[in-house]
């Protein structure tokens, strides 16, 4: 979340910021509510201050055996007053969170307003293929060559789902090995959480209260209307990895932390029915490897530009064409300070589609689940920076090698960094 200091410092300055994502914002409401909170809390200290000097006084008069009917009758009406007056300020303190947690994070500086359409691209790597036979596109190969079953997926799970078979199966998990294998090698943890999550982490990493819909809710009577019971469905490792220290104080010569996981993620707002979205491209669940760094801010610059690197490097080992794009405010995601998406190129569509999206939170989602760490420099416990990559999603990469690198004969050269984990040099 945006720390509620600056907003009432430099209201117009964080209202600007906000604008760059296209969220307009009243902060009246903020300065009320914060002058209500101030007001409370200084009633409350006087009175607690003068039960303090009415408690001292009860021995004090018992001694000199004078009646203290009249302040004990006085200290026990202030309790009451206290009581209403925490009660009060507990009720103005959650209507400000809420209305600050609404918020998304503000952009970096040098981030531009605008959506999709002003999203900067930054470098193509690779030339497009180029055919000398009319190309087919991912569906038709997957299927031809029996590496996806699409109705029987959809049988099993209804639209946006497919089932990998054979040497799709094959294929796919290579990717994933071969995803691991390169962060090992980086020196990263490997992760692997549960997939069924508490609602504190989609609150600690921003994605609800704003999004809850758009992930699958586990079904438990005994969570109504209790959030420390409810549970939903994993949409993204970082969802889990950006709490996984929530509430600590971290030693400074711990940090950076770096960490991936694997895991399927599960996410309801697909469903886009649009021709060119069909097959793998969109989908209910899918699998995907995670990076995440836990830093100090002056880290964050460095690990964000590692994160960029490490997705880019992925895709360019595997022999693709894609690009890199800076986005705009208004197209990196609420919690996002910034984003470089890596885009690969689908031959069939004659677009890019992202298979990467790298972002910083800053402290915006350590703001909200309480990481910190202790700094050497203040002696002061400091929030974190969280950055999250996608180190790679599989769904539209795996669409992307197939299209790329096939064959006249409508078979697949498999891209040379995967062969050892599949165990074949095409696929036909």
Not at 47 to 60: D, I, Q, T, Y
Not at 169 to 197: C, S
Not at 341 to 367: C, F, H, L, T
Request: hydrophobic share 35%; glycine share 8%; aromatic share 8%.
């Amino acid at each position: 979340m945006i720390d509620i200091r600056l907003i009432l410092a430099d209201p117009d300055g964080v209202k600007a910021k906000l604008a760059k994502k296209g969220c307009e914002v009243d902060f009246a409401k903020v300065t009320e509510l914060d002058a209500k909170r101030r007001e409370l809390i200084k009633k409350n200290d006087e009175l607690k201050n003068e039960r303090n000097r009415a408690s001292a006084e009860v021995p004090k008069l018992k001694k000199e055996g004078k009646d203290v009917s009249g302040i004990i009758a006085r200290t026990k009406a202030i309790g009451e007053e206290i009581a209403a007056g925490d009660k009060a300020l507990a009720a103005v303190e959650t209507e400000l969170n809420d209305f600050v947690c609404a918020l998304p994070n503000l952009p970096d500086d040098d981030v531009i307003s605008g959506g999709k359409e002003a999203n900067e691209v930054i470098k193509i790597v690779g030339k497009k293929p180029e055919f000398g036979f009319k190309p087919l596109d991912h569906v038709t190969l997957c299927t031809k060559n029996g590496l996806i079953d699409y109705e029987r997926g959809v049988k099993l799970s209804g639209s946006g789902h497919w089932l990998y078979r054979g040497m799709g199966a094959r294929l796919e998990w290579a990717l994933l090995n071969f995803f691991i294998e390169e962060h090992l090698g980086d020196g990263y943890e490997f992760i692997m959480p549960p997939l069924a999550l508490g609602y504190n982490c989609g609150y600690g990493s921003g994605q609800f209260p704003k999004f809850r819909d758009e992930v699958y809710w586990v079904e438990n009577a005994e969570a109504e209307g209790d959030k420390k019971k409810m549970k939903f469905m994993l949409p993204t490792a970082e969802t889990a990895l950006v709490n996984l220290y929530s509430g600590e104080i971290m030693k400074e010569n711990e940090l950076p932390k770096k960490l991936f996981a694997y895991t399927p993620c599960f996410r309801k707002e697909a469903g886009s029915y649009r021709s060119e979205e069909r097959g793998m491209i969109r989908g209910h669940q899918f699998n995907k490897v995670e990076m995440v760094q836990i830093t100090t801010p002056d880290q964050s610059k460095a690990a964000f530009e590692e994160l960029v690197g490490k997705a880019c490097s992925l895709v360019e080992k595997l022999g693709l064409h894609f690009r890199l794009s800076k986005l705009a405010a208004g197209d990196c995601s609420a919690s996002m300070a910034r984003t470089y998406d890596i885009e690969v190129w689908i031959p069939s569509m004659g677009i890019y589609k992202e298979v990467s999206s790298v972002s910083n939170a800053n402290d915006y989602q350590a703001r909200r689940n309480g990481t910190r760490f202790k700094s050497s420099a203040t002696g002061k416990n400091e929030f974190v920076h969280t950055l999250n990559g996608s180190g790679l999603a599989t769904s539209r990469v795996l669409p992307a090698i197939v299209e790329q690198y096939q064959q006249a004969d409508g078979s697949i050269v498999v891209p040379e960094v995967l062969r050892k984990f599949v165990g074949t040099d095409i696929i036909r």
